[in-house]
């Protein structure tokens, strides 16, 4: 069975600083990650996805991810976190010819300014 | 292009209580999933379809059935409503031609479902 951990339920940064939001994934034959964002009362938005190729993924937002297969991560980033940043972040897991989807249980980031 | 459209936003039902949440998207996508949202646990898979006339069950499928009658929709329907369904419900579509995994799934704005 697939599996996402999300180790933290809340990231606080200052506007300006890095952020990094963690994901590590289990699965049997290889992976293909995503990251949703979830804005207050609102759906889940796609920001970016990792399917082959290219270990490092760029995303809506400035937002880039990148793939460590040794490590089973998928730490999603930004060089610098706004305010509007703020939200729910989601890392999901799929693998080929499998038609579900599996979340991890969101980290909520938080920018102040 | 609207999207994935859900109804209603909000819903209160008694327990015992059976209701339809109403799901359908314009992007001719032939995936169509639901979800549960509940604090702590992410989003739970319920029911999926990869095309009209084909269900299956997901992570979390006990006490909702569901239909695809239509590309276009997809309701879910909870047959007599307790506590544990109280939720917030999402539906998602994609194009799940080919290798299905690798499309984005695009989501509804959600209903939030109380049920007492």
């Known amino acids: 069975a697939q599996s996402v951990a999300q180790p933290e339920d809340q990231v606080n940064v200052a506007e300006g600083n890095p952020l990094t939001v963690k994901c590590t994934y289990s699965?049997?034959?290889?992976?293909?990650l995503f990251w949703y964002v979830q804005y207050p009362n609102r759906g889940l938005q796609f920001l970016l996805k990792?399917?082959?190729?290219?270990?490092l993924v760029k995303g809506s937002y400035g937002f880039e991810a990148e793939f460590n297969k040794s490590q089973t991560s998928f730490h999603l980033k930004k060089p610098s976190a706004l305010v509007s940043d703020s939200a729910l972040y989601f890392c999901?897991?799929?693998?080929?010819?499998?038609?579900?989807?599996?979340f991890g249980a969101g980290t909520t980031v938080t920018v102040r300014a | 292009n609207a999207g994935v459209t859900q109804t209603p936003k909000f819903q209160v039902l008694k327990t015992g209580q059976s209701m339809t949440l109403q799901c359908a998207q314009d992007?001719?996508?032939?995936?169509m999933s639901w979800y549960r949202q509940d604090p702590g646990m992410g989003l739970r898979l319920i029911h999926y379809?990869?095309?009209?006339?084909?269900?299956d069950q997901g992570e979390v499928p006990n006490g909702y059935n569901v239909s695809r009658s239509t590309t276009e929709d997809f309701p879910l329907r909870l047959l007599s409503a307790a506590p544990s369904q109280t939720s917030v419900y999402f539906c998602?579509?994609?194009?799940?031609?080919?290798?299905?995994?690798?499309?984005?799934?695009?989501f509804g704005p959600g209903t939030r479902l109380t049920v007492l």
């Open positions: 998602a579509s994609s194009r799940g031609l080919g290798p299905l995994a690798t499309d984005t799934q695009y």
């Open positions: 699965v049997s034959g290889n992976p293909y």
């Open positions: 990792y399917i082959t190729g290219d270990n």
């Open positions: 999901a897991v799929s693998v080929r010819d499998d038609y579900k989807l599996s």
């Open positions: 992007m001719n996508h032939e995936y």
């Open positions: 379809s990869v095309g009209a006339g084909i269900t």
